[in-house]
């Protein structure tokens, strides 16, 4: 049986006090409690703060483009369907540059456990406002406050059709490992939005701040996860974030619906290249 810190390569290079580091901690305990073998799993990162963690958590690692996670994810995945397949973003990442593909993942259904970490903020470029940013915001690309409507991505996954939503706090990284604990058992697309401050450039949204506004939906007796319309209803809550195990049903999973043996890699189904019919396509651009 691993702990967690066989899952720890490197001590991570960000700001003292980032809500990263929960989110590396939340990330190394769920691991050691499910005993994931590092070699059956991959984590895809995009770009931003959250981009350094595949160099310091103990597994196969992929850092793609800015806003292609799950391109990059999806195309592991169903090359083989055995592995556990993590994708990381931030909110910009995620949502901004990477919106219409977190959609159609989400609606697909692919086997891919996805956390995003949002700090409403562009950490990594110094400060401009994001896509979760709070209207009205001032950064140094919105001196005047910003003018948009922040993105809710829980309340998108649930309109888009997603079959396991939750969202965690990284200065709870009990719970948060708690909730990745859940996502991985999950057969489907897993969301999990980490609420995740950013000390250098986010003096708004604060620890303090985040845990004066938002609640356990564990402690809620009357909450169920698997009734929709309750779920949308909480995230509609203006007044108070909810955090845990939001949504969940079961669908098929995408990579079995669309390969003909889940578990043997499309990469040794005779994809192999034929030489002679691609000189003779060749042929024709000469």
């Known amino acids: 049986m691993r702990n967690k810190e066989d899952y720890h390569l490197e001590d991570p290079a960000w700001c003292r006090g980032c809500g990263l580091f929960?989110?590396?901690?939340a990330l190394k305990r769920a691991a050691a409690a499910q005993d994931l073998d590092p070699e059956q799993t991959v984590v895809v990162t995009g770009i931003g703060c959250h981009g350094r963690l595949n160099n310091c958590f103990r597994a196969y690692g992929f850092h793609g483009l800015h806003g292609?996670?799950?391109p990059v994810a999806t195309g592991v995945k169903l090359n083989n369907p055995g592995l556990l397949v993590v994708g990381v973003s931030g909110d910009g990442d995620a949502y901004s540059i990477?919106?219409?593909h977190f959609i159609h993942a989400v609606r697909r259904n692919v086997g891919i456990?996805?956390?995003?970490?949002d700090n409403r903020i562009y950490g990594l470029t110094q400060g401009q406002f994001s896509p979760t940013t709070e209207m009205g915001f001032v950064s140094i690309?919105?001196?005047?406050?910003?003018?948009?409507?922040p993105i809710d991505g829980p309340r998108l996954a649930l309109a888009a059709g997603g079959t396991f939503i939750a969202r965690g706090f990284s200065g709870n990284v009990a719970h948060l490992a708690g909730l990745f604990e859940k996502a991985v058992k999950h057969r489907g697309f897993a969301l999990i939005e980490a609420l995740s401050p950013c000390v250098t450039h986010n003096k708004i949204n604060t620890y303090e701040w985040f845990r004066k506004n938002i609640y356990l939906l564990e402690d809620d007796s009357g909450y169920h996860p698997g009734d929709k319309m309750e779920a949308?209803?909480?995230l509609q809550d203006s007044r108070r974030i909810p955090i845990g195990l939001i949504y969940q049903e079961q669908k098929p999973p995408f990579e079995e619906l669309v390969l003909p043996d889940v578990h043997k890699p499309i990469a040794r189904e005779g994809l192999g290249v034929d030489v002679p019919r691609l000189e003779k396509i060749m042929e024709k651009f000469r």
């Open 68 to 70: 292609r996670v799950l």
């Open 113 to 117: 456990v996805y956390l995003v970490v």
């Open 98 to 100: 990477g919106l219409g």
């Open 232 to 234: 949308w209803t909480r």
């Open 22 to 25: 929960g989110v590396f901690d």
């Open 141 to 149: 690309s919105s001196p005047y406050g910003s003018k948009e409507f």
